[in-house]
């Protein structure tokens, strides 16, 4: 099965994370299938998660919320926001009962850490 979206590392993109539950992991920070919906039809499908007046899709996952319009161009992360991700991809992994959405985020967690490491720049997209 083809993946949603995938998530790479700059100075190796053949270690990726690829993302199947991509509905269950934005539920996880509280953003439904209507929600989307409304955010793309008010702000379109690049706005990188932030709305009029700074208003951030899901205010508490700033990066998830940043890499909601992967689909319209790759979305790089900045060294700050890759460490963030990893404390995004915690809080998240506690809010949902979806084993793979659980896997996917870890996997993601890890990514992140081994992008820190290397000093690389995290990158989500679209297959």
Known sequence: MQPLAIVTI????SIRVE???YTAIYEAIGVTASRFDEWHGRYG????????????????????SKVID??????????????QLIS??????????????RRELRNIRDLAKTAIR??????????
């Not at 499908?45 to 998830?64: K, Q, R």
Request: proline residues 8%; negative net charge; hydrophobic residues 35%.
């Open 10 to 13: 700059s100075n190796d993109p």
């Open 19 to 21: 993302i199947h539950a």
């Open 45 to 64: 499908y690049d706005s990188l998660g932030v709305g009029e007046g700074g208003l951030i899709l899901a205010p508490d996952y700033p990066v998830f």
């Open 70 to 83: 992967m689909f319209v161009d790759p979305v790089d992360l900045a060294w700050d926001e890759t460490e």
């Open 88 to 101: 995004e991809c915690c809080r998240a992994e506690v809010r949902t009962d979806d084993d793979c959405a």
């Open 118 to 127: 290397r000093k690389a720049v995290l990158r989500f997209g679209h297959p």
